[in-house]
């Protein structure tokens, strides 16, 4: 991340999976990608069905985002105050709830450290130690449900390599990613991708933020 020079240098809002390495840069922020949490809670759902929190946190989100667009489409840009307190308090009740299903394990008191969490008490302390990133999309309605646009983007490269074989250099992997960034940067402004690398080539990269 320090080698992209992106994030070190970024003000703005970055969404993520909650990767712990994210939280590191404190000018940035955070907004957590819910498609992330769906497919963890989908997995608990799934294996372990005694976790009733787990699917109950899944219709909570989905419903945060349904009672969203629903409010984009009339030409709105904020929740009403009824459904912001309603999100907030189902939030918390869930919290508690997976919290009493699924308690600290004890450990000998010869043992230091942390206790050492599970899979499921983990997500649980995430969700609790993260809320305000994980609802930031019904807050600030420029911020999205999930970055499933930023992976799509990164399959490119994917595509690539299988279709045109692996890179020869790692210069050359770096300078394709850089071109795709930026052509991909254009695109989201609305501009024509030549002649974003055309005014690039001509010394004007910051054409596509005009």
């Not at 004890?106 to 990133?133: D, W």
Request: hydrophobic content about 35%; aromatic content about 10%.
């Amino acid at each position: 991340m320090e080698q992209c020079g992106v994030l070190p240098e970024f003000k703005g809002i970055a969404m993520h999976d909650c990767w712990a390495s994210y939280w590191n840069y404190p000018d940035i922020q955070h907004a957590v990608c819910c498609a992330h949490l769906l497919r963890e809670l989908t997995g608990i759902d799934e294996n372990h069905p005694e976790q009733k929190w787990a699917s109950a946190f899944i219709d909570l989100l989905l419903e945060m985002k349904k009672v969203k667009d629903k409010a984009v489409e009339k030409g709105k840009d904020f929740l009403s105050y009824y459904h912001y307190h309603k999100f907030a308090k189902k939030y918390d009740e869930l919290i508690e709830q997976a919290r009493k299903e699924n308690p600290l394990p004890e450990t000998a008191e010869k043992k230091r450290g942390r206790k050492k969490k599970g899979k499921i008490l983990a997500l649980v302390e995430r969700l609790a130690n993260y809320k305000v990133p994980v609802c930031l999309f019904i807050h600030n309605f420029n911020v999205p449900f999930d970055n499933n646009q930023a992976e799509r983007d990164l399959r490119m490269i994917k595509v690539k390599t299988k279709v045109s074989g692996c890179f020869r250099t790692e210069e050359g992997a770096r300078d394709y990613r850089k071109i795709m960034s930026y052509v991909g940067t254009a695109h989201k402004q609305g501009h024509n991708a030549y002649q974003a690398i055309k005014n690039a080539i001509s010394g004007h990269p910051d054409f596509i933020f005009e």
